[in-house]
């Protein structure tokens, strides 16, 4: 294949159809169960319209404006990038099928990378403060006069509750730029006289964040039924600053790997198997009061 302008432009139309046909066939990714994706048209967003509840109440008299004005959640955008480089040679040489697979990959690798960003902030939100200052997984989030907690400690594995049925998340997924693939091909490109290769990336722009910790609950106690029961049970507790219950109805139970298999059972079993000497097997009744996910990248 002779290299000018006119056959570079053809291996970008090549490559974006290998890379557009690979990211439509990856399976939708786990992160949309749990993050709402926002739509962004700057550098970022402040959140805190969606910070407070205040719920609805009777109207007498005025209303009652509910100020936000001291709180803020600011998410700025951040850019990524996946950049691989296609040596002069093989495109003389009409190679550029060894090069398939490697851009099916990188659009693998783009449509999960929401994935990683989102497991990140579970991993690390007993560590990561949120809007109101404390972290996302906490002992002591302010409330009215009072706290509330999201956070049970323990030793063991963590696992997560979720409520997901609510048009607000437990996390943000905010999307300035949806990624593509971009090039940098030309013939006289310095990269090309010095090294034989041009180069061809994806690129994206967004960012994850923290949404609403009343949505999530961490345990690092041993997952059971009782661990299981008390975290359902805190979380339908939740309450906003004027005392009146949330709703909250927690639906999705995340697990790493390791716990895939007590997830199963607690949520699909029939009965739970148990010491004899403390009353041996009984009726599961969390059968079917949440879905399960389980997220690798934990």
């Not at 294949?1 to 056959?7: D, F, G």
């Not at 910070?51 to 955008?77: A, C, H, T």
């Not at 359902?232 to 939740?238: F, L, P, T, V």
């Amino acid at each position: 294949m002779i290299v000018n302008q006119a056959a570079l432009a053809n291996v970008y139309v090549g490559l974006s159809t290998v890379f557009n046909a690979a990211y439509q066939e990856v399976p939708e990714p786990w992160y949309t169960r749990l993050a709402m994706t926002v739509p962004s048209t700057g550098r970022s967003m402040d959140y805190k319209f969606i910070l407070d509840y205040p719920g609805m109440r009777e109207w007498i008299g005025d209303r009652v404006i509910r100020s936000l004005e001291g709180k803020n959640w600011i998410v700025e955008n951040r850019d990524y990038e996946i950049t691989i480089g296609v040596e002069r040679n093989d495109i003389e040489d009409d190679q550029l099928g060894l090069y398939n697979p490697l851009v099916a990959q990188m659009a693998l690798e783009a449509k999960h990378h929401p994935n990683q960003l989102i497991a990140d902030l579970i991993t690390n939100g007993g560590a990561t403060e949120c809007y109101d200052g404390q972290y996302f997984f906490d002992t002591d989030h302010p409330v009215g006069t009072g706290t509330a907690s999201n956070f049970a400690s323990g030793a063991q594995t963590a696992w997560y509750l979720f409520d997901v049925s609510r048009p607000v998340k437990p996390f943000i997924f905010q999307l300035r730029k949806p990624v593509e693939l971009d090039r940098m091909d030309r013939p006289d490109d310095e990269h090309v006289f010095m090294r034989k290769q041009f180069r061809f990336g994806v690129n994206g722009r967004y960012a994850a964040a923290y949404g609403l910790w009343q949505l999530a609950y961490k345990s690092a106690e041993t997952l059971s039924a009782s661990t299981y029961a008390a975290a359902r049970a805190a979380m339908m507790e939740y309450a906003n600053a004027d005392g009146r219950k949330l709703g909250v109805r927690p639906n999705l139970l995340v697990v790493p790997p390791s716990l895939e298999a007590t997830a199963r059972e607690l949520l699909n079993a029939d009965v739970i198997l148990g010491d004899a000497t403390a009353g041996g097997s009984k009726t599961n009744v969390w059968k079917g009061s949440a879905d399960l996910l389980v997220v690798p990248e934990l």
